[in-house]
């Protein structure tokens, strides 16, 4: 009686394909402060009498 007997085995999943990481994505603040400590470093030179001013 065993004979008549099929036996299955399990369907092998394949892994998932990894995901690229995600870039974390900048505050929307830093531009910001970017452009006033460009503003500030550029004043600051200005002052020291590099660009020409006083």
Known sequence: MSDNVIKFRKIEKKPDPKQPRKKPELPGWLPWV???????????LQRAGIFGGQ
């Open 34 to 44: 970017g452009l006033i400590v460009v503003a500030l470093a550029i004043y600051g």
